[in-house]
């Protein structure tokens, strides 16, 4: 019996007016069994309020759950299977699962217990920095460059990883992740601040920071930062105390450049250090998406094939559904579903595989059948034009272009825009008035997949036809690219 309080009032005042259950069950009010039910318990205990339903009886008392608190809290450690052994001796037959629950409606959670190991002088040294920058404003933190290096490895994560496999698959190849004795590692140094993210420096594989490398990299990061974010505003910098650190060369050096630091840092403390929120994000972008780092100039990996399947599963979802939407619904909800995926790292797949692409194609074509309802045998280059939407390769290849424009432009994050350098005319391009960039050296197909490699050429190769000589706004740069990009079939 299943019936809101108003429900039972009017049931009841029907009925006090001189309504049969028949009568009353006529209007559709509520089942006839309920309307009785209800009369019944009214003529009981004259209320229309529902008791309270006894339910399925506790496994445990107060007193046994005050009992299951203080043993977890003698030892914070102890496994909730452990818990659940010591609790039967109280005589209390409870599963590992209902000790967590019991435990989590206490108020205890269960959380990592890996920290950093304080002693005394570490404890003492927290707390006077604390003390020393407590009445700190967010004002005054925007004024500081906080800086930290991180190690990365080049085969495989640092990080646990789960897979769900079948019986029998546990040593099955797609099923176990490979390891080796001495995965190569590289350390990546960054700094950030309140104005923006600096670019990372990557040091050669294998190679620990020192005091020289320390030393370059303030020279040719650091300062550039400074710079940039606060041009001749007052600013502090933040270093931990590791060795390379505190050698004197780098403390003359500071002082020279006139960089003031904050601190002392207490030692042993990374927690107090907004950076490694960056890390954290870091490390799920790279293992995740791209893989490993390439090399210093921001390269790109094809890591992203997990993006079909995750398309895949929307596109199967609105065919199922398709009957319930019209014509302009469907065409919104690929929009906001299906191509703000396909346009996610579409840069990416600059240097993705056919066999990728391929499949990245094919999902395009069934959102598109799926709102235009054109039959499985439609020819692609049909089905743009009925939707009036261009080929998955020419969407890439127009948002690249729009990448390398901003960059070139300055609208670009700053990481971007470093990598791009303009070409002065000289004594063989003089005649020529087109905007030009310069090509770094690439010897091996390795240095040719890097960003600044790509961008000088893929802009030059478009001037060819484009022939800017001034900037234009980005507005009409998109028009005249509409104009020149436009696909042509070659699967005839």
């Known amino acids: 019996m299943v019936t809101c309080k108003e429900t039972r009032a009017v049931i009841i005042a029907l009925h006090k007016k001189g309504f049969t259950g028949k009568d009353i069950a006529a209007s559709k009010i509520a089942p006839k069994s309920t309307i009785y039910q209800i009369i019944k318990n009214f003529k009981e205990s004259g209320s229309i309020v529902v008791k309270k339903a006894s339910g399925r009886p506790r496994k445990s008392s107060k007193r046994q759950d005050r009992l ?59 707390l006077i920095f604390c003390k020393r920058y407590r009445d700190w404003t967010a004002e005054d933190w925007g004024k500081v460059i906080f800086s930290d290096e991180s190690p990365f490895r080049l085969f495989g994560a640092s990080r646990k990883k789960l897979v769900r496999t079948r019986q029998g698959e546990r040593h099955h190849q797609s099923c176990v992740m490979p390891t080796v004795k001495h995965p190569e590692t590289i350390h990546v140094w960054g700094c950030f601040s309140a104005k923006g993210v600096d670019s990372l420096k990557i040091l050669p594989k294998n190679t620990a920071m020192n005091k020289e490398w320390y030393q370059h990299i303030l020279r040719e990061q650091l300062l550039p930062t400074i710079q940039v974010q606060f041009g001749d505003e007052q600013c502090l910098f933040q270093h931990a105390g590791a060795p390379c650190h505190k050698a004197k060369v780098i403390t003359m050096w500071l002082r020279e450049q006139n960089i003031d630091i904050l601190g002392p840092w207490p030692g042993n403390s990374p927690d107090l250090n907004p950076i490694e929120n960056l890390w954290s994000l870091e490390y799920v972008d790279i293992y995740k ?48 579903t299906i191509l703000p995926i396909l346009d996610f790292g579409d840069v990416i797949y600059k240097m993705a595989s056919n066999t990728l692409l391929s499949k990245l194609d094919a999902v395009y074509h069934s959102a598109i059948r799926f709102v235009t309802k054109a039959p499985y045998t439609t020819h692609h280059c049909d089905l743009y034009a009925l939707v009036g939407w261009p080929s998955l390769h020419i969407r890439r290849q127009t948002h690249w272009l729009q990448v390398i424009y901003k960059s070139m432009l300055g609208k670009a994050p700053p990481y971007l825009s470093s990598l791009v350098t303009m070409a002065t005319p000289i004594r063989s391009t003089r005649s020529s008035r087109c905007i030009s960039l310069i090509i770094p050296k690439a010897n091996t197909s390795f240095g040719r997949l890097s960003f600044q490699y790509s961008v000088a050429c893929d802009w030059n190769e478009l001037q060819k036809s484009l022939k800017l000589e001034t900037f234009i706004s980005l507005t009409n740069f998109k028009h005249q690219l509409s104009e020149q990009l436009t696909d042509r079939c070659s699967c005839t």
């Open 68 to 126: 299951l608190k203080l043993i977890q809290l003698r030892d914070r450690g102890t496994t909730s299977t452990a818990l659940a052994q010591e609790w039967q001796q109280a005589g209390v037959s409870a599963s590992a699962r209902t000790v967590r629950r019991c435990l989590l409606k206490d108020g205890l959670v269960s959380r990592a217990v890996k920290k950093s190991l304080l002693s005394r002088k570490n404890i003492r040294d927290r």
């Open 289 to 336: 998406y791209l893989g490993v780092w390439l090399d210093c100039k921001l390269s790109f990996q094809t890591h992203i094939k997990h993006l079909q399947s995750k398309i895949k599963s929307r596109v199967g979802f609105l065919f199922r559904n398709k009957a319930s939407f019209t014509h302009a619904a469907k065409l919104t909800l690929v929009k906001l």
